[in-house]
């Protein structure tokens, strides 16, 4: 038998011991009456069938597992007496752990020994003391927010995997999710940071940088991702020129040389494009070694979109910001070793739009080089400008192109009491995501059950985000100055609630979903790729939007539909899954379960019919979604992902392409690494020149839910990127 692992209760990953197994039961086993007993051999036989169990996993199980196959095996030997001591004694034990709940797990991510923590995150590295400090802090207030501050019905399903009460590591305080920052406002008004004041810059080299330590501060006060536009740097490229034209001015007259009026535009120019390079540098390089408090660079995503711009000379150097980005992403960041690796920010997001889309269009040479960027570092990811116009329509009746904030949560549109639409400055309260594949295994089949069931967990799911909208309810502006009186989000004074910006749609909050593939396939056998799948997989969504309406429209709060980027959760919904439904082929027979709408990753379908299908679920996800397209290395053909931008503005609003950017540190190969098992059955990475497997000297880069990830994943999300098809061949 193959050398398994189980995981206890602090997290810590031990080898499985089946005598232990064997001990438990002789231990219920003695203390029945002398009839019910069980023989030795028969107390053997059980260990070793719940070995069997443990072994067909395919990934290390907790103690909560095997204790729930222990008991599930001694009732099928007929053994009922010792089945009741057996969860009596679990139950004492359980008692006993309620004393306290975190010394263990702290204890046990202090030591790196934690492998749920470890891999939670694909962008912390869990070795540092910054990332174990947010660690431990997160412990706590998951401990407090369980036994205090969210009521018990809820707790027993996020626990259960029913539901998932996103972030609760952030829970115990008044903080909210992700931000559209409006960096115009802070940059042309001034803004105050760590008590001192900023005024407006006077060079474009000086904006980049007040807008990093911006973005520092204000990933330091809430815990989901945050936006920024180039447009709003865009100004300050004609302020620096201003400032060039003065000095070369000056040093002319000094020297006594002359130039003619085309020679003096010509060096300005030179001089304008090294401000911008420089700038760019700035917030390329601060970004990626800017440290937060919560241990981790700042999930940002600059978003590049011409038709922000107020004039054609903004315009064109808007365009030549967005032209320094992208060469200098393409050019990527040096690793310890010197070797140029993929950064995982700032996510880049590239607006396709009538004046970059075609060969004849002035900036199509920014989309050629945007596909070139895709190829080797995987962003920029893509919208269409004429696929949001006609989804994101305001009160006015007109259409707007704006950024996500972070990986893929879109604000709704939004008029202000002047009747003018707003998106910078707003932001969202917080998540809680459904397991759809729980709902559809509850029902067995049976539709009107299946309807039923599910109207009684989005009533859960409304609780628990009302829970989320009373607990930022009340919450004074002093609680994060940056956001709530320097601009960030809006400028209150000093001691003033933030509570008229969680009504009337400023801000919205997000009903997740998860496992729709799953949760079809479950129902009626078909995938969503088949015609009845399609057919079934729609009408649950409309269903799940009729009801963010109805709790929209009794509460003036702006419940959105969220297609959920699970991480960490989808091991965590899988393992829930398995235990109370066993292993179901096509449904539970995975380590993971699909992410929101999507095909499933091993579904063999072209790039161009997944978008297709795809575009029909992202347009009832009006809270937030992405589709992508797996892709081999594109870097020889790029006229494939121009193809495919292409299809993108014509067909679906937000979409990116997935590819793979590794390398080692011990043999200097840069092709792809990849994923083998180890002795125990455990999914490593190894690469395919030299066989290292530490993944400390590996540069390994996936996108895994809208992010591009670094720090490695747990067992359920290395499995499903293991399994991924290509859609272009």
């Known amino acids: 038998m193959k050398q398994m692992k189980i995981i206890k209760r602090s997290g810590e990953e031990k080898p499985f011991d089946i005598q232990k197994i064997a001990n438990a039961i002789r231990k219920a086993s003695q203390v029945v009456d002398i009839k019910d007993a069980l023989s030795e051999g028969r107390i053997n036989l059980i260990a070793e069938e719940v070995a069997g169990v443990c072994a067909g996993r395919d990934r290390a199980m907790t103690v909560e597992e095997i204790q729930d196959v222990v008991e599930s095996k001694i009732m099928e030997m007929g053994s009922h007496e010792i089945a009741k001591k057996y969860i009596v004694y679990r139950y004492k034990r359980a008692l006993a752990r309620k004393a306290n709940t975190t010394d263990q797990q702290i204890l046990s991510l202090i030591e790196c020994n934690n492998e749920d923590v470890k891999q939670e995150n694909s962008n912390k590295n869990p070795t540092i003391n910054s990332v174990q400090r947010d660690y431990m802090a997160g412990e706590v207030s998951k401990d407090v927010s369980s036994r205090l501050l969210l009521p018990p019905d809820i707790v027993q399903a996020h626990k259960d995997g029913i539901i998932h009460f996103h972030d609760m590591d952030y829970y115990a305080q008044h ?10 406002d802070m940059l042309q008004n001034g803004t105050v940071i760590s008590e001192t004041m900023i005024e407006k810059p006077k060079s474009f080299s000086t904006a980049c940088n007040i807008a990093t330590q911006i973005i520092a501060q204000v990933a330091s006060n809430q815990y989901g991702g945050q936006s920024i536009s180039l447009t709003h740097l865009a100004p300050f490229v004609e ?66 979109y011409l038709g922000e711009a107020r004039s054609e000379a903004e315009r064109r150097d808007l ?21 140029y690796v993929t950064p995982a920010f700032p996510k880049l997001i590239y607006v396709l739009e009538e004046q970059n889309i075609r060969e004849d269009s002035p900036y199509w040479y920014l989309t050629e080089l945007s596909a070139k960027c895709t190829a080797k570092r995987m962003v920029p990811d893509y919208i269409s400008e004429k696929k949001m116009l006609e989804y994101k329509v305001d009160a006015n009746g007109e259409g707007h192109c704006y950024t996500c904030m972070g990986c893929r949560s879109f604000l709704t549109p939004y008029v202000d009491k002047d009747g003018k639409p707003k998106y910078y400055g707003r932001f969202n ?30 009533e859960l799911c409304h609780k628990a985000l009302q829970c989320r909208h009373e607990r930022l309810t009340g919450t004074l502006s002093d609680a994060a100055p940056i956001l709530w ?16 910006y969680l009504h009337g749609g400023y801000s919205t909050i997000s009903l997740g979903y998860a496992g729709l593939w799953e949760c079809v396939y479950a129902m009626n056998g078909k995938k969503l790729t088949e015609p009845e799948g399609e057919a079934f997989g729609l009408e649950v969504m409309k269903k799940l939007n009729e009801y963010t309406a109805k709790w929209k429209k009794a509460e003036n709060i702006d419940y959105s539909l969220y297609g959920t980027p699970l991480e960490s959760t989808t091991y965590k919904f899988a393992k829930c899954l398995q235990a109370r439904f066993g292993v179901i ?43 992508y397209v797996e892709v081999p290395n594109m870097q020889d053909n790029l006229p494939a992902v121009l193809a495919i931008m292409k299809y993108i503005y014509d067909n679906i ?40 497997t530490d993944e400390s000297k590996l540069n390994v880069a996936r996108r895994t839910c809208g992010y591009i990830g670094s720090q490695f994943w747990n067992q359920g999300r290395t499995q499903e990127i293991k399994e991924r098809v290509l859609h272009v061949s």
Not at 175 to 184: G, K, Q
Not at 275 to 304: C, D, H, R, S, W
Not at 319 to 339: D, H, S
């Open 175 to 184: 903080m909210h999710n992700c931000d559209l920052v409006n960096l115009e």
């Open 239 to 304: 302020i620096s020129r201003q400032a060039i034209r003065k000095e070369l001015e000056a040093e002319l007259a000094e020297t006594g040389l002359t130039m003619t009026p085309e020679q003096f535009d010509t060096v300005v120019e030179k001089r304008v494009r090294r401000e911008v390079k420089k700038g760019v540098q700035t917030i390329q390089y601060q970004v990626v070694t800017l440290m937060t408090t919560n241990g981790q660079a700042p999930f940002i995503t600059v978003f590049m």
């Open 319 to 339: 365009a030549m910001i967005i032209e320094e980005v992208l060469r200098q992403r393409i050019l990527g960041v040096k690793n310890e070793q010197g070797v």
């Open 429 to 458: 309260q917080g998540v809680v995501t459904l397991n759809l594949v729980d709902v559809a295994l509850s029902s067995h089949g049976d539709l009107a059950k299946f309807w039923e069931i599910l109207e009684e967990r989005l």
């Open 485 to 500: 009186q320097y601009g960030a989000l809006t400028r209150l004074p000093k001691g003033a609630p933030i509570d008229e």
């Open 585 to 627: 082929k096509g449904v539970t027979d995975r380590n993971y379960i699909t992410n929101s709408y999507h095909v499933h990753v091993t579904e063999k379908i072209d790039a161009f019919a997944k978008l297709a299908l795809e575009a029909k679920f992202q347009k009832l996800s009006p809270g937030g979604a992405i589709s």
């Open 653 to 692: 609003m937000y979409a990116e392409l997935n590819t793979k950017s590794d390398y080692c540190q011990e043999c200097g190969y840069d092709g792809e690494i990849q994923i083998v098992k180890d002795e125990s059955g455990k999914l490593i990475w190894k690469c395919p020149k030299c066989g290292n």
